[in-house]
């Protein structure tokens, strides 16, 4: 029921992002480490992220994502 519910259309959805730490791994690579709220009318939730970046031409793209 609760899954249910999560997975409903919310009518609104919130996310901020806080702590902000990014790491280069060499040229073309870099870790982005924060936290991360998420709000909307049906759920909400509070995590630690990481992702791992790769840059490609001219645009940085996630080629990996780790929540806790």
Same mark, same amino acid.
Do not use: C
């Given at each position: 029921?609760?899954?249910?519910?999560?997975? /409903?259309?919310?009518? &609104?959805?919130?996310? #901020? @992002?806080? /702590?902000?730490?990014?790491?280069? @791994?060499?040229? #073309?690579?870099?870790?982005?480490? &924060?936290?991360?709220?998420?709000?909307?009318?049906?759920?909400?939730? #509070?995590?630690?992220?990481?992702?791992? @970046?790769?840059?490609?031409?001219?645009?940085? @793209?996630?080629?990996?994502?780790?929540?806790?």
């Amino acid at each position: 029921a609760q899954r249910k519910v999560r997975l /409903n259309k919310p009518r &609104f959805i919130k996310i #901020e @992002l806080s /702590n902000l730490k990014v790491t280069m @791994l060499g040229d #073309e690579h870099a870790r982005a480490e &924060f936290r991360q709220s998420y709000q909307s009318d049906t759920y909400q939730d #509070e995590v630690s992220k990481s992702l791992i @970046l790769k840059k490609v031409e001219d645009r940085w @793209l996630i080629t990996q994502e780790d929540s806790k």
